[in-house]
């Protein structure tokens, strides 16, 4: 009983693909076909997240149906999201969940479709087997010369319907089994589509497109040679290739990155305006009308550069209201600590110095032997203050630094450190002073905690130069648990945010602790 | 013997002369900035000039560049340069520039050792070595620590104050050893180390040094 239920679930599950078919077929035409046209304008990102939440919905059913249905544990990864109008829009088209859900469907539409018209089919025919006995009078079946018109013939099909029966049960466990994984792999979640993965989509794409623009190409060579009316395919295709092909580039160059959605809405318009110029040119070549869309996108690009640049400006006045705050906060931090040091070390060092040499003075006369010895004490403690302050001044600023370079002072803190410290710096320049503080910081602080917490036996410490960035990490082998939000590690954050860089801290329990600071240093 | 001292602050300045008058050292000239110094070391052609890293104008490492500069152009001088701190980095830089007179690099702390001081001054002066005990445990520690496995806690001892630039009296007096003692141990080490043996205090510095420094 319970084997027929679940057969019966099964079957649904696969019957369902029907109607989600039919769904899909109609959301992803309205939906492709109302963001393309709508792009033109900045409603396209509206049009964008709106269809990119009814295909959440739509897989959120399919997958609920699957759970119900197949008891297949599968939850659609959420929507990621982003904050500005543009950033939301692009988060969408490199939502990696939005293209799984896409596949998915469309695998649903196509073979999910074929398979339950199949299966259905197949279960009806068995049935018709299975009692056509009763009903061949009125049939008209024939297989070849051989008709079914009498009892005993149509006896001979009664097995057929049992046997039919039983390949539809297995073929729509088999099925749906096969559609339940499908929905776990591709609704299931997952990161955000690695470059190296967006590069294949787009080498998919152009090949994609060069074979249909190439068999269109042979079709009509072969064909009648006369009016040449590939063309009319091969634009379209031309047209949505470049502007694929734009969004990559814009995001792999971080002068386009750093105003992405003005620069890909200028490259689209720009595809666009080019595209219109040449159906002109192949058609009527008489008035210039591609000219009121292009004055059109200019306008809207227009709007969106003024719009752009005063949020841009208001946000980056709002980073920089705060990592101002934090680096006069941290500044003041580490005055106090330096107060702090002065008075309790070497300031009481000197007193208790005074205080030896004003006892010698007295027993000068009297006891020149524990005179001497005070003395002798005396110079001791003076040795201890001037190691103090020189521990102080190196944790303010190493000397060494400004003079041979962030290469040089990190051997240098390499060589004071307890725990063993490899030290690999790739840099061909001196770089801004206030750059390579940070970063000999960033390493000192990080040294300063393994050697407190985290019983590593070995740190590295690496530091390079690349496409404009200062790029240092110290990773150790210890056990973990840093503290990200300690007084130490907030500082140094601040200290790097106030120079436009990053800080990430990863420390599990258990280890490894790495640490790693990007520092912007624009020449 | 005669001295030419290159400090910037006047208090060190004459605190550093008056305490190498006081031990029998005649100070030919003290003065200010490197410029100073090259004047007065082409002027008065002094067994020793004592340098401060840090001259005016910049108080970066004028002083050691002018020493760096004065082992090229006055070789017969002995360098000592002194400083407020440490770095192995700069020692290197110091011993690379071969000269004939003796070179040296202290914090100044070590001045507060008045007899050590001035012991350290005129083995310079004579042509040896002083390397400030800092500048050697920076060397010894992690980054030798692998290398200087098979010596005993003794040998150490005595190799630390080899790397100083001490004799093998020196080194003797300090670990309370018999001269021959510390030469035993002395061929010991090197052996061990795979070093040449070398006569020379200033020679058997560079040799230990060359071990110790970076791959």
Not at chain 1, 455 to 474: C, F, T
Not at chain 2, 163 to 183: F, H
Request: hydrophobic content about 50%; aromatic content about 6%.
């Amino acid at each position: 009983m319970n084997r027929f239920v679940a057969f019966l679930r099964a079957l649904l599950f696969l019957v369902v693909a029907l109607p989600i078919g039919a769904a899909t077929l109609a959301l992803l035409i309205a939906g492709w076909t109302a963001t393309a046209a709508m792009s033109i304008t900045p409603l396209g990102v509206l049009v964008l997240m709106v269809f990119r939440r009814a295909i959440g919905l739509l897989a959120a059913a399919d997958a609920a149906l699957a759970r119900s249905l197949l008891g297949i544990d599968v939850r659609p990864s959420p929507a990621s999201g982003g904050t500005g109008y543009w950033r939301r829009g692009w988060a969408v088209l490199t939502d990696g969940g939005f293209w799984r859900q896409q596949v998915y469907l469309v695998l649903r539409m196509t073979l999910g479709f074929a398979l339950a018209v199949a299966e259905l089919s197949l279960i009806a025919a068995s049935l018709g087997c299975l009692v056509y006995p009763a009903w061949y009078r009125w049939s008209q079946l024939r297989f070849g010369p051989w008709h079914v018109d009498t009892l005993p013939r149509s006896l001979v099909l009664v097995p057929l319907g049992p046997v039919g029966l039983a390949v539809a049960v297995l073929l729509t466990q088999f099925f749906a089994a096969f559609f339940g994984r499908l929905a776990r792999a591709l609704l299931g979640g997952g990161p955000p589509l690695s470059l190296a993965t967006r590069r294949r989509a787009l080498a998919a794409h152009a090949s994609a497109s060069a074979i249909v623009g190439l068999i269109l190409v042979l079709i009509w060579a072969l064909t009648g040679r006369g009016y040449v009316w590939p063309e009319w395919a091969l634009l379209p295709l031309a047209l949505v290739l470049s502007i694929h092909g734009w969004i990559e580039l814009v995001e792999e160059r971080a002068v386009l990155r750093r105003a992405r959605g003005l620069a890909i809405h200028a490259g689209v318009a720009a595809a666009l305006v080019v595209f219109l110029v040449l159906i002109w040119a192949l058609t009527t070549r008489g008035y210039f009308w591609p000219v009121w869309p292009a004055l059109g996108f200019a306008l809207t690009l227009g709007i969106h550069w003024a719009a752009a640049r005063s949020t841009r400006l208001s946000r980056r006045v709002g980073v920089l209201e705060q990592t101002r705050a934090g680096a006069v906060d941290a500044q003041e931090t580490e005055l106090r600590r330096i107060e702090r040091d002065l008075h309790d070390g070497a300031q009481a060092r000197l007193v208790a110095l005074g205080m030896s040499l004003g006892l010698a003075e007295q027993k000068l006369a009297s006891d020149p032997a524990s005179a001497q010895q005070l003395v002798a004490e005396a110079r001791l403690g003076v040795g201890e203050a001037l190691r103090e302050l020189r521990d102080l001044a190196r944790g303010i600023h190493p000397p060494v630094l400004s003079d041979r370079g962030l290469g040089a002072a990190l051997e240098s803190l390499a060589d004071h450190s307890a725990i063993p410290v490899i030290v690999s710096v790739r840099l061909d320049e001196r770089l801004p002073d206030a750059i390579e503080t940070a970063a000999y910081f960033v390493a000192a602080e990080a040294l300063a905690n393994a050697a407190k917490h985290s019983g590593a036996s070995r740190i590295e410490i690496d530091v390079r130069h690349e496409a404009q960035r200062l790029q240092i990490a110290v990773s150790d082998d210890g056990t973990g648990g840093a503290d990200a939000e300690g007084s130490g590690l907030t500082g140094l954050r601040r200290r790097v945010e106030a120079l436009d860089g990053t800080l990430a801290v990863s420390s599990p329990e258990g280890g490894p602790t790495n640490i790693r600071a990007e520092l912007p240093c624009a020449s | 013997m005669r001295v030419v001292i290159a400090e910037d602050l006047v208090l060190l300045r004459d605190g550093m002369a008056r305490l190498l008058t006081d031990n029998g050292l005649e100070v030919v000239a003290a003065v200010g900035d490197a410029d100073a110094l090259r004047h007065a070391v082409r002027l008065e052609s002094p067994d020793i000039a004592i340098v401060d890293i840090r001259l005016p104008p910049n108080f970066r490492d004028e002083g050691l560049r002018a020493a760096l500069e004065l082992r090229r152009t006055a070789p017969e001088t002995a360098i000592l340069v002194v400083s407020q701190y440490v770095e192995h980095a700069y020692a290197a830089e110091l011993l690379a520039e071969a000269g004939a007179g003796g070179i040296g690099y202290l914090l100044k702390d070590r001045v507060i050792d008045v007899s050590d001081f001035v012991d350290a001054v005129r083995r310079v002066a004579a042509g040896g070595t002083a390397l400030d005990p800092e500048v050697v445990a920076q060397l010894l520690g992690h980054r030798g620590a692998k290398r200087l496995a098979e010596l005993t806690g003794r040998e150490r001892e005595v190799l630390e104050l080899v790397a100083e630039g001490r004799s093998n009296a020196a080194v003797a007096k300090a670990l309370v050893l018999s001269v021959g003692a510390v030469e035993k141990h002395i061929a010991s080490i090197f052996q061990k180390l795979g070093l040449p043996p070398s006569d020379s205090d200033h020679r058997r510095v560079l040799a230990v040094l060359a071990y110790l420094g970076p791959e």
